[in-house]
């Protein structure tokens, strides 16, 4: 196996029968009779599925709603010396305009003050906790983030708005925590019920809830599309895992509000869609509920998040394993380790890379974002024990969970792992013949090594049309960095 790194037709039939023969209108017609109960009880079946389909609708609706908030944020950008507007009079030199130049000469130069940059924005969130007359509000970090201002509306009552206070806000998840007071107790009916994401399943109605193109609250229905997506470059900074794909529509100004299920349970948090248009085409995601939850506690008691950490990667195509994969590597489930991050807690550990992690302290992972979600979640300094798979062997290992570094950090330690096993340098220009699976390959650059952030192996630089590699989905640009377990680091080895 290859391990890759991939950067009213009856109506009319009635009638030509009565016409031939009227014994046959008369039984056939005695038939029909005979059907119309049938048919008429299988319609009131229908009615009665799609009734009862209509009120489950209805309830989400009204025990929903009333959880669900609108939500406007207001951010002041102050100007910079650089907006300053400065205005001069000048005039021709031409004696016809000499008494004006003389003029106009006290007001050569003035400054006229710019005015800070005013941005309002708008959308949605829903309580997901009370305390007395405190209420916590789960939204998007991207509505409020850097917001001076945030007010909240429940429904379409202008009376009933409150002014909102920043908890907290994570960028990495885009989560963000605020919170309100009310008059009197926060009311147990205007606090959403939070589902389990992990057990979202394609196909499943999904009811999305919030304030569109600040009409007002609305509700939308429609299935889970898909889950796991990868959404990128949102906003043109924003990457997302994991998220849920519905056909419900979500529009500007949705985000931030509830995705439930069919039993009202709040299943993800509506955030993006993928438009042409900018409005809803029915493509539009969901941040996993499980990952707010992740995080919840942490926003609300600190205001930030600080995050258990391990040191693994794996490829987006492997996060969950495939059925063919789980067969190779002699499990049922698990996360796959693609990449051990050089002195973090796996490395320390004794993890390696193609082992799969099948289970975290006490908590069973099925794939890598359960693998996320409980590391998250865990402490830094905390003594974890971890199941895995080696070599189809069931095996423990003593993790001790450290603080994420920071991102310069964490790329200051892998630039220095690079290098750990040294590899005979060897002219990238070499590149092999198609070989019996139908691929050419060459040697990695050092510059490719070092993008990359591996010590080696081969760029697949063609794939034969009928060869096996390209049944199985190898493209050209694929790096293989092992074959049938056995570490590929350049042609040699390959």
Same mark, same amino acid.
């Given at each position: 196996?290859?391990?890759?790194?991939?950067?009213?037709?009856?109506?009319?039939?009635?009638?030509?029968?009565?016409?031939?023969?009227?014994?046959?209108?008369?039984?056939?017609?005695?038939?029909?009779?005979?059907?119309?109960?049938?048919?008429?009880?299988? =319609?009131?079946?229908?009615?009665?599925?799609?009734?009862?389909?209509?009120?489950?609708?209805?309830?989400?609706?009204?025990?929903?709603?009333?959880?669900?908030? =609108?939500?406007?944020?207001?951010?002041?950008?102050?100007?910079?010396?650089?907006?300053?507007?400065?205005?001069?009079?000048?005039?021709?030199?031409?004696?016809?305009?000499?008494?004006?130049?003389?003029?106009?000469?006290?007001?050569?130069?003035?400054?006229?003050?710019?005015?800070?940059?005013?941005?309002? =924005?708008?959308?949605?969130?829903?309580?997901?906790?009370?305390?007395?007359?405190?209420?916590?509000?789960?939204?998007? @970090?991207?509505?409020?983030?850097?917001?001076?201002?945030?007010?909240?509306?429940?429904?379409?009552?202008?009376?009933?708005?409150?002014?909102?206070?920043?908890?907290?806000?994570?960028?990495?998840?885009?989560?963000?925590?605020?919170?309100?007071?009310?008059?009197?107790?926060?009311?147990?009916?205007?606090?959403?019920?939070?589902?389990?994401?992990?057990?979202?399943?394609?196909?499943?109605?999904?009811?999305?809830?919030?304030?569109?193109?600040?009409?007002?609250?609305?509700?939308?229905?429609?299935?889970?599309?898909?889950?796991?997506? @990868?959404?990128?470059?949102?906003?043109?900074?924003?990457?997302?895992?994991?998220?849920?794909?519905?056909?419900?529509?979500?529009?500007?100004?949705?985000?931030?509000?509830?995705?439930?299920?069919?039993?009202?349970?709040?299943?993800?948090?509506?955030?993006?869609?993928?438009?042409?248009?900018?409005?809803?085409?029915?493509?539009?995601?969901?941040?996993?509920?499980?990952?707010?939850?992740?995080?919840?506690?942490?926003?609300?008691?600190?205001?930030?998040?600080?995050?258990?950490?391990?040191?693994?990667?794996?490829?987006?195509?492997?996060?969950?394993?495939?059925?063919?994969?789980?067969?190779?590597?002699?499990v049922k489930a698990g996360a796959l380790v693609d990449r051990v991050t050089p002195g973090g807690p796996a490395d320390k550990a004794g993890i390696q890379a193609e082992d799969v992690i099948i289970q975290w302290g006490d908590k069973p992972i099925r794939n890598f974002s359960d693998l996320e979600d409980a590391v998250t979640s865990t402490p830094p300094g905390e003594k974890v024990q971890v199941k895995l798979v080696r070599n189809k062997k069931e095996m423990t290992v003593t993790v001790?969970?450290?603080?994420?570094?920071?991102?310069?950090?964490?790329?200051?330690?892998?630039?220095?792992?690079?290098?750990?096993?040294e590899v005979q340098p060897e002219r990238p220009s070499e590149t092999t013949r198609p070989d019996v699976l139908g691929l050419s390959v060459r040697n990695l650059t050092a510059e490719e090594k070092e993008r990359f952030g591996i010590p080696g192996g081969v760029v697949v630089t063609r794939v034969s049309p009928d060869g096996r590699a390209a049944d199985a989905g190898i493209t050209a640009g694929d790096i293989i960095l092992k074959v049938n377990g056995r570490v590929i680091q350049n042609?040699?080895?390959?």
């Amino acid at each position: 196996m290859l391990r890759l790194l991939r950067t009213t037709e009856g109506r009319i039939v009635l009638l030509a029968l009565a016409l031939g023969s009227l014994a046959l209108g008369i039984s056939i017609r005695n038939s029909v009779e005979r059907q119309q109960p049938a048919v008429a009880a299988q =319609s009131a079946v229908d009615r009665s599925a799609l009734s009862q389909m209509e009120r489950a609708f209805e309830s989400i609706a009204e025990e929903v709603e009333p959880a669900v908030v =609108s939500i406007q944020a207001t951010r002041v950008e102050q100007p910079s010396e650089s907006r300053s507007r400065r205005f001069f009079f000048r005039f021709p030199d031409d004696e016809f305009f000499a008494p004006f130049r003389d003029f106009f000469r006290r007001f050569e130069q003035f400054e006229m003050e710019p005015e800070p940059f005013v941005d309002r =924005s708008s959308g949605s969130g829903f309580i997901v906790r009370a305390e007395g007359k405190t209420a916590y509000i789960l939204t998007n @970090e991207h509505v409020v983030g850097g917001a001076s201002k945030v007010k909240v509306r429940f429904g379409d009552d202008e009376k009933n708005e409150f002014p909102a206070t920043i908890v907290g806000t994570d960028a990495k998840t885009d989560i963000a925590v605020l919170k309100i007071t009310l008059d009197q107790p926060v009311p147990p009916n205007r606090v959403a019920k939070l589902g389990d994401s992990s057990t979202v399943r394609v196909g499943q109605w999904a009811i999305a809830i919030g304030n569109p193109l600040g009409v007002g609250q609305t509700l939308t229905v429609g299935v889970v599309s898909a889950k796991n997506r @990868e959404v990128n470059g949102v906003q043109g900074i924003r990457s997302y895992r994991d998220m849920i794909q519905t056909d419900a529509s979500i529009n500007p100004g949705n985000s931030g509000g509830p995705l439930v299920d069919i039993q009202g349970r709040v299943i993800g948090i509506n955030t993006a869609i993928a438009s042409p248009i900018g409005v809803s085409v029915g493509i539009g995601f969901a941040i996993p509920i499980n990952t707010a939850k992740a995080v919840l506690d942490s926003l609300i008691k600190t205001g930030t998040v600080t995050r258990g950490w391990l040191g693994v990667e794996t490829a987006s195509s492997n996060r969950e394993l495939s059925p063919e994969l789980a067969e190779y590597y002699g499990v049922k489930a698990g996360a796959l380790v693609d990449r051990v991050t050089p002195g973090g807690p796996a490395d320390k550990a004794g993890i390696q890379a193609e082992d799969v992690i099948i289970q975290w302290g006490d908590k069973p992972i099925r794939n890598f974002s359960d693998l996320e979600d409980a590391v998250t979640s865990t402490p830094p300094g905390e003594k974890v024990q971890v199941k895995l798979v080696r070599n189809k062997k069931e095996m423990t290992v003593t993790v001790v969970t450290e603080k994420r570094p920071s991102e310069e950090e964490l790329q200051r330690r892998i630039r220095e792992g690079r290098y750990r096993e040294e590899v005979q340098p060897e002219r990238p220009s070499e590149t092999t013949r198609p070989d019996v699976l139908g691929l050419s390959v060459r040697n990695l650059t050092a510059e490719e090594k070092e993008r990359f952030g591996i010590p080696g192996g081969v760029v697949v630089t063609r794939v034969s049309p009928d060869g096996r590699a390209a049944d199985a989905g190898i493209t050209a640009g694929d790096i293989i960095l092992k074959v049938n377990g056995r570490v590929i680091q350049n042609i040699s080895d390959y």
